[in-house]
């Protein structure tokens, strides 16, 4: 298992992921298989989204914000059980697959690191399983 | 890896996958491991659903288009950021159980496409593990 | 492929797995790889959540009741629509990394059965790929 480390700047934020993760399975010499990205945080999420039009992760996070308001009479004491709430719907690990050594996404994907109550220190795990 | 096709019709529309996973396990001969199951798109999802009453189904995408309504003041200018948003809700991948060459599902369970931003030509990623 | 049993006591209720699961794991001699956790059903979900302030658990299933009311006018003759939603937002299945014997969680994280229409029995799925 490989840690990233993650530094994010706000309470709500989108970190792409993408370049640190390929970067690593050529560390690896990875060829074929697949690769689980897990966030071993509680209040955060891994997803998948656009890597082009910065518009779709700031519409994202706004109608979030809305969907889970911060201040919604939540009775937990740490005032975050809306970061919890965000990170149960966005998930907590993604599974990607690998050809050639390449991390196989779409076209306009990228996969990200959630934030939803940060600014915080992360981590995230990843586990490469070859296949054959 | 394997890419399945899948033609989508309407808008928002949920394609069952199963017939064509179970088909391509049988060719293959897979027999013990997982399954993971991919879009490379950002405007649609991979998800499980009850494969008996189709009224899951449109009560499902009804419910989603009230939740994230298109026209909500967002800044994305391809008007589809309803479309990316339901499918980090959703999510783009799926890992499922398969024994015996049979992929393991619940009596009630099927496997879904949940296309939200068609009509368009998708495709689906298909990678099997095997175990031991 | 291993079966948990899993007895649920409310219409909504969140239950914790992580013992069992690790428990699993032991008997097993599971060292390093990966730990699939499916839910065979298609009303209920598998999860990660904080396991220390049982507050985080109540908070969210009342957001979830307030989301998806159970009477929003839904077709679905059996009346469990709310139930199905819920369950495709918080996923059917959960991929976890094992090292040295041990499912690697973070320090607030406990893995999670998540019923939205009980109280039933019910079954969890578990699956170990080895690495290497």
Redesign the interface.
Same mark, same amino acid.
């Given at each position: 298992?490989h840690r990233i480390k993650v530094k994010t700047h706000k309470r709500d934020e989108i970190i792409d992921l993408t370049r640190d993760l390929q970067a690593w399975l050529n560390e690896e010499d990875a060829r074929s298989?697949?690769l689980?990205v897990?966030?071993?945080? !509680?209040t955060a999420a891994i997803?998948?989204?656009?890597n082009y &039009?910065p518009?779709?992760k700031? &519409?994202?996070l706004c109608?979030l914000k809305g969907?889970?308001p911060q201040n919604?009479g939540?009775?937990?004491?740490?005032g975050n059980?809306d970061s919890?709430?965000k990170?149960?719907?966005?998930?907590?690990?993604? !599974?990607?697959?690998v050809?050639d050594g390449r991390l196989?996404?779409?076209?306009?994907?990228g996969i990200y690191f959630m934030e939803f109550d940060g600014p915080r220190s992360r981590e995230v795990?990843v586990?490469?399983?070859?296949?054959?």
């Open positions: 298992m298989g697949i689980v897990y966030s071993p945080h !509680t997803s998948v989204n656009e &039009d518009d779709v700031s &519409d994202m109608f969907l889970v919604s939540f009775a937990h004491a740490e059980s919890h709430i990170g149960g719907l966005f998930n907590f690990s993604q !599974t990607f697959i050809e196989m996404l779409g076209q306009w994907q795990w586990k490469f399983i070859a296949d054959g």
